[in-house]
Nanobody, 126 residues
Framework: QVQLVESGGGLVQAGGSLRLSCAASGRTFSSYYAMGWFRQAPGKEREFVGAISWSSTNTAYADSVKGRFTVSRDNAKNTVYLQMNSLKPEDTAVYYC??????????????????WGQGTQVTVSS
C-alpha cells in the first residue's frame, strides 16, 4: 500500500504564492514512482496540474499553470512539492497528490495514477 499526505494549502490573495508538499509512505512505495498533482474545482472534473519522473529528468504541466507552477521532489524524503506563484482566483480548488509506478505520457499529460492523497484546499481571493 501507498499513503500520500498533502500539506500547505490555505487562503492567499491573487498574485501570491503557496507551496504544497506531499509525503509518501507505505510498504510498496518506491522512489522510482512518478509523482504529481491534480486539482478539482467546485462543479468541475479533476484535472492534471503537473508531474515529475522519479529522477526529476522529466516534468509536465497543464497549459493553465505553465510558467507559474513548479513540481519538484526530494527522494530522500519521499516528498513531492508544488510551488505555486502568481496565483489566480481560477486556481482555487482542492489539490490532490498522486503517485504511480507508471509515468505520465510526457507529451500529452495523460496519466491515470493508482495512488491519491486526501486533498488540500487552496483558495485564491481576488
Amino acid at each position: 500500500q501507498v499513503q500520500l499526505v498533502e500539506s500547505g494549502g490555505g487562503l492567499v490573495q491573487a498574485g501570491g504564492s503557496l507551496r504544497l508538499s506531499c509525503a509518501a509512505s507505505g510498504r510498496t512505495f518506491s522512489s522510482y514512482y512518478a509523482m504529481g498533482w491534480f486539482r478539482q474545482a467546485p462543479g468541475k472534473e479533476r484535472e492534471f496540474v503537473g508531474a515529475i519522473s522519479w529522477s526529476s529528468t522529466n516534468t509536465a504541466y497543464a497549459d493553465s499553470v505553465k510558467g507559474r507552477f513548479t513540481v519538484s521532489r526530494d527522494n530522500a524524503k519521499n516528498t513531492v512539492y508544488l510551488q505555486m506563484n502568481s496565483l489566480k482566483p481560477e486556481d482555487t480548488a482542492v489539490y490532490y497528490c498522486a503517485a504511480d509506478r507508471t509515468s505520465p505520457n510526457w507529451r500529452t499529460n495523460i496519466w491515470s495514477p493508482d495512488y491519491w492523497g486526501q486533498g488540500t484546499q487552496v483558495t485564491v481571493s481576488s
